[in-house]
């Protein structure tokens, strides 16, 4: 049975830096896509990064230049290195797994990733 964990998350001052870690188990082939994902209380969920089994990764705008998301394979585990934290970043942040995937490229098409984590929650500080 797949499972997603992920852990890392706390409270920081605006400025400051995380790094969220995802361990993924129960399976025997790599996911297509790993991806990390967010939601804010009173917000939608929205997508963070997408990351393809062979490294490629797309990052949200609202990220770029500050997240940076990478894969261990050995440990089959997602990373996710966020710096420059804003009061904006303050979510619940989710990591996904999708073994089939419609095209080439990850994205952030929530409905194709088949396993999800529970979350650990980000809350930056002004």
């Known amino acids: 049975q797949v499972q997603l964990v992920e852990s890392g998350g706390g409270s920081v001052q605006a400025g400051g830096s995380l790094r969220l870690s995802c361990a993924a188990s129960?399976?025997?082939?790599?996911?297509?896509?790993m991806g990390w994902f967010r939601q804010a209380p009173g917000k939608e969920r929205e997508g963070v990064a997408a990351v393809q089994e062979n490294g490629i990764t797309t990052y949200a705008e609202s990220v770029k230049g500050r997240f940076t998301a990478s894969k261990d394979n050995d440990k089959n585990t997602l990373h996710l290195k966020m710096d420059s934290l804003k009061p904006e970043d303050t979510a619940l942040y989710y990591c996904a797994a999708a073994w089939a995937w419609w095209g080439s490229s990850c994205s952030f098409r929530e409905n194709e990733y088949n396993y999800w984590g529970q979350g650990t929650q980000v809350t930056v500080s002004a």
């Open positions: 129960g399976f025997r082939d790599s996911p297509y896509c």
